[in-house]
C-alpha cells in the first residue's frame, strides 16, 4: 500500500509556482494576481477562502479578498463579478459557493469571464474540457489527475468507477478520466445516489474516486486487493474529543481500507491542499496567457 501524499505534492507544486513567480518577476513580467468573492460569514467558506488568499501568499500571487455582507442583491454582486471581469490587474477570480438563496448560482456563474474563470466552472470551460481544448479545468479534478500523473498511477484499460456526478466533481473527472490522454483511457464508470447494486461496481473497480460526501461510506469488504482509492469527501463529524469540535472524515473507512488498497488518499492531506494547488495553477496559467 502507499499513501498518495496530497500535502507533499501540493507543496512541491507550490514550490514549482513560486520559482516562475520569481523567474516572471526578474523578466518584468506580470505578478499572477487571483481574487475571491465571498457573500456572507459561512465557517467552513471563510476557512477555505482563508486558506486560498493564504497559498496566493506562499507563492508570490497578489490576491484580494472581497467579503460581501449575505443581504446583498444578486444585482449588486453581479455589478462585483462584472468589475472583476474588466479589472485588468485581475488575472482570475473565483466565487465561493454556496451563494445565499436568494442569488442564482448559474446566473453568477455565467456572469464570470470564461478567461478569469480559474474555477472552471463556466459552461465554456466545462465544454472545452469536455472536447479536450485548452480550458480551466476544475480545480479538484485538476488535483486528481496531476495526483495520478506524479505517482505514474497506471489509468489505461483500467475500471475506474467514480462515485457521484456533482458538476465541480464528479462529472467533471469522469469526463477527464475516460479521455485519451496519459492520465486517462479508462473504463469510466459514474454511480449516483440512484445506482442499483453499488458493491458490484466497486468490486470491479481498479480505481475508485469517491466524492459523494458520507463519512467512511466505502468500507473494505466493498473494495477488490490492490485497489487505487481517491478520497474527495469532506465532512466535518461532530467530535467532542476535538478541541475544535469535529473531526474531518472522508467518505472512506480509511484504517480499514488501507490494508486491502495498492494506493491511498488520506482525509485531511489528499485530494483537499491538491485543490489549493490547483487554483494557484490556473491562475498563474491565466497569468501567462496574457504575455
Ligand atoms: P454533491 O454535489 O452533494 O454530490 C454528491 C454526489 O453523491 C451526488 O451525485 C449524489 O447522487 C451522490 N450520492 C449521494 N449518496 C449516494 C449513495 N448512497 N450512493 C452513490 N452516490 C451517492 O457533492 P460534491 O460537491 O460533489 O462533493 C462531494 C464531497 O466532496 C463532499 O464531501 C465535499 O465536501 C467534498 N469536496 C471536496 C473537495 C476537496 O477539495 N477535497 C472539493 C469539492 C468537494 P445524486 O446526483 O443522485 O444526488
Do not use: W
Not at 445565499?100 to 456563474?109: A, Q
Not at 488498497?261 to 494547488?277: D, E, L, N, Q, W
Amino acid at each position: 500500500m502507499k499513501i498518495l501524499d496530497g500535502k507533499k505534492l501540493s507543496n512541491t507544486l507550490k514550490e514549482e509556482i513560486k520559482k516562475e513567480v520569481s523567474e516572471r518577476l526578474i523578466q518584468k513580467k506580470k505578478q499572477p494576481h487571483l481574487a475571491a468573492v465571498i457573500v456572507g460569514d459561512d465557517g467552513a467558506s471563510l476557512t477555505y477562502v482563508g486558506s486560498k488568499v493564504r497559498s496566493c501568499k506562499q507563492v508570490g500571487f497578489l490576491s484580494t479578498l472581497i467579503q460581501l455582507k449575505s443581504t446583498i442583491s444578486e444585482k449588486k454582486l453581479l455589478n462585483q463579478i462584472n468589475k472583476l471581469n474588466k479589472n485588468p490587474d485581475i488575472d482570475g477570480f473565483i466565487v465561493q459557493l454556496p451563494l445565499p438563496k436568494h442569488i442564482s448560482e448559474e446566473r453568477v456563474l455565467l456572469s464570470i469571464d470564461p478567461k478569469k474563470d480559474v474555477d472552471g466552472f463556466h459552461p465554456t470551460n466545462f465544454g472545452r474540457m469536455a472536447l479536450e481544448l485548452p480550458s480551466f479545468i476544475p480545480a479538484t479534478p485538476f488535483g486528481i489527475i496531476e495526483m495520478i500523473k506524479r505517482y505514474n498511477i497506471k489509468t489505461s484499460g483500467k475500471n475506474c468507477l467514480v462515485i457521484g456526478r456533482s458538476n465541480i466533481v464528479g462529472r467533471p473527472i469522469s469526463i477527464l478520466m475516460s479521455q485519451k490522454k496519459s492520465y486517462g483511457n479508462a473504463t469510466v464508470t459514474t454511480a449516483h445516489s440512484k445506482t442499483k447494486n453499488l458493491i458490484k461496481l466497486t468490486l470491479n473497480a481498479d480505481i475508485i474516486i469517491s466524492a459523494l460526501g458520507i463519512p467512511e461510506f466505502l468500507k473494505a469488504n466493498m473494495v477488490k486487493k490492490n485497489v487505487v482509492i481517491i478520497d474527495v469527501g469532506i465532512t466535518r463529524v461532530i467530535d467532542n474529543t476535538n478541541p475544535r469540535g469535529y473531526t474531518i472524515k472522508g467518505d472512506v473507512d480509511f484504517t480499514n481500507v488501507l490494508k486491502k488498497a495498492g494506493f491511498i488518499t488520506p482525509v485531511p492531506g489528499g485530494v483537499g491542499p491538491m485543490t489549493i494547488a490547483m487554483l494557484l495553477k490556473n491562475t498563474l496559467i491565466a497569468c501567462q496567457r496574457k504575455d
